[in-house]
């Protein structure tokens, strides 16, 4: 607790700053702008830390509050140039090409390589997709050697989809969760069901599985494994799993591994489904098997069962993505679940229930046993970490971080999948407030799993930002803090109704502050930290994000600090960059 002689001190400098901010925006806005040469955060949205340095809290160019913790975000909507071009194709490929440095200097300990997917193709010829989940993916890296220089690449993922709609010079009919146009016919139904029965249009995240190569994963079992460097396809592939029958079909996986907090290993799970039903089979009934996933000397991925959690009278769940401790796995099954209604259209098959409680299964990575927690219903995606604690009474927890819906009352009754549809993303007279409300308002929520008393509780966030009608996801943390404990997250600020207006928020869990950044027409995508080799704080790195121009379209790299998010680093790209979903950065590649 901060004394009132704190107290007063702070406002001192706190009044002291907003007097120097007011002069830097009022008496010397051209010599500012020299320079900076333009490259630097405006002052309406400049980042100012709390004198004592602990969280801070963005202020406009009218000031600040005094003793504000939180991040300020624009609601300003005639600022805002709409960034559609982050939700167009690009056909545009590029090898290695040398970036510029348009501001600062690269970190002279950056040594590795950020890797980002997302879609990349939405039409051609005569059939066309609108949803950034089904358009044919594309990879970029930006890669920083010992040298200094920094280089650039980007590729279609050259999928057996993505072959067979350059042959045949139009998109070819696959399963889909927005809409597609035309609809595939009775005979492409067919195709996609037997002939795709294992897609390969991977666009959602990148994960270094093994040492062939990247790897890119989508909400399936099957993976794709590119080169390092070229980004050229290498292999298609199910890691083989050490548990499944011949009878037994897999089916779905998360989208996000995790990585294990001591051995490195990934974890993810399969849906198993027994065709007889037992008869044969080892298992009864369709279920998660979660598995440790490892490569062997031959240089393939074996997946080796650590346990099951079953689905019970066909309550399958969207698990996006699951955590785990030193000895466990966290499987969250939120309240979003999938009807089995349509074997292509599959956006009529995810829906959300109020009705349906959130699981949180916990098992053991030592001999497979589960315990299960069970809340009211919640909406998340991502997690930010799960960790192993002990209570006052010596009682062992598990933590478990989301992003949540701050209320799921008014959840709207269609395919939330309409939320990714580029019509709408593009509408500058459509309104979220009106059709997604619940959408529009999240909360950080702490799940906290007492192992000894089987209680379940939920610690709610205090929601750290302004405004509140933020969407605030695509969370990223320093990676040598999966599965312990840890204090800062950083994450993807979106506000749709002022012209999907993007920023960049890093919470401190631990005191309960954020810090933000945020430059009119300047859009940042998800946020990825990459720590300083000999750093000892948790947040000694930096973070990066590909960030659009809505103005010229064009799209560059932003390195910040991540300790209080100053723009270190810009590098032109020479391309325009969708936008992009989910990244990774790998040392030393």
């Known amino acids: 607790k901060t004394s009132q002689n704190n107290i007063t001190e702070r406002k ?8 120097i901010h007011s002069l830097k925006c009022s008496l010397f806005p051209i ?3 020299l320079i900076a040469l333009s490259l630097t955060i405006s002052c309406l949205t400049q980042v100012i830390s709390t004198p004592d340095g602990g969280g801070g809290g963005t202020c406009d160019a009218y000031g600040c509050e005094a003793e504000s913790v939180y991040a300020r ?19 545009e490929e590029v090898s290695n090409a040398i970036l510029e440095i348009a501001y600062g200097n690269i970190p002279t300990w950056l040594d590795g390589t950020l890797y980002r997917v ?3 193709l939405y039409e051609l010829g005569n059939r066309r997709v609108n949803n950034m989940v089904d358009a044919l993916s594309k990879v970029h890296r930006w890669s920083f050697g010992k040298n200094g220089e920094a280089t650039f690449t980007s ?8 072959n067979r709609t350059r042959d045949s010079e139009e998109l070819v009919a696959i399963r889909h969760l927005g809409q597609m146009h035309p609809p595939a016919s009775k005979m492409e139904k067919l195709k996609i069901m037997f002939y795709d029965s294992l897609p390969d249009n991977n666009n959602i995240a990148a ?22 460097r070229s980004l050229n396809f290498q292999k298609k592939y199910s890691a083989k799993s050490d548990n499944t029958g011949m009878f037994e079909s897999e089916f779905l996986s998360a989208s996000h591994f995790w990585r294990h907090p001591s051995s490195g290993d990934s974890i993810n799970y399969k849906i198993v489904i027994p065709l007889d039903k037992g008869i044969l089979s080892k298992n009864e009934g369709p279920a998660y098997h979660l598995y440790r996933y490892k490569e062997n000397s031959e240089g393939d991925i074996d997946a080796k069962f650590v346990g099951r959690v079953p689905i019970e009278n066909g309550d399958f769940r969207v698990v996006h993505t699951l955590g ?10 939120f309240s979003l679940f999938v009807d089995f209604n349509d074997p292509v259209d599959l956006g009529q098959n995810i829906k959300f229930s109020s009705s349906k409680p959130v699981f949180m299964d916990v098992v053991s990575l030592k001999d497979g046993s589960r315990k299960q927690f069970t809340f009211d219903a919640h909406e998340s995606q991502h997690i930010f970490n799960s960790f192993e604690r002990y209570n006052d009474n010596n009682e062992l927890e598990i933590v478990v971080d989301y992003p949540t819906l701050d209320s799921v009352d008014n959840v709207p009754d269609k395919n939330i999948f309409e939320l990714l549809n580029i019509e709408t993303l593009t509408n500058p007279d459509y309104r979220y407030a009106e059709h997604w409300e619940a959408y ?12 000894d008393t089987g209680a379940g509780r939920i610690y709610d966030y205090p929601q750290m930002w302004f405004p509140k009608n933020l969407q605030v996801e695509f969370p990223y943390i320093n990676d040598a803090y999966r599965g312990l404990p840890y204090c800062f997250v950083y994450l993807q600020t979106w506000h749709h109704d002022t012209h999907n207006a993007m920023g960049i928020m890093k919470v401190d869990m631990c005191r309960e502050t954020s810090i933000g950044w945020q430059e009119v027409n300047k859009f940042p995508v998800e946020p990825v930290f990459a720590a300083r080799p000999d750093g000892t704080d948790e947040d000694d790195g930096i973070i990066m994000s590909p960030v659009l121009d809505s103005t010229n379209n064009s799209t560059s790299l932003y390195i910040w600090d991540a300790k209080n998010l100053e723009v270190l680093t810009i590098l032109s790209t020479p391309i325009t960059v969708p936008f992009t979903l989910h990244g990774v950065w790998i040392n030393g590649v």
Not at 12 to 19: N, Q, V
Not at 209 to 225: F, M, P, Q, R
């Open 324 to 333: 785990a401790t030193e000895n466990y796995i966290v499987l969250p099954r």
């Open 118 to 120: 997302g879609p990349g």
């Open 440 to 451: 529009t308002r999240f909360r950080i929520r702490r799940f906290i799993l007492n192992m």
């Open 31 to 33: 010599l500012t702008a």
């Open 207 to 228: 994960w270094e599985l093994g040492k062939s190569g990247v790897t890119i994963t989508a909400e399936s079992h099957v993976y794709i494994d590119v080169d390092y």
């Open 73 to 91: 975000f624009s609601e300003n909507t005639d600022e805002w140039v709409m960034p559609n071009a982050l939700f167009e194709s690009n056909l």
């Open 12 to 19: 001192r400098k706190t009044y002291f700053g907003m007097l």
């Open 155 to 162: 590729s279609f993922l050259k999928s057996s989809i993505y």
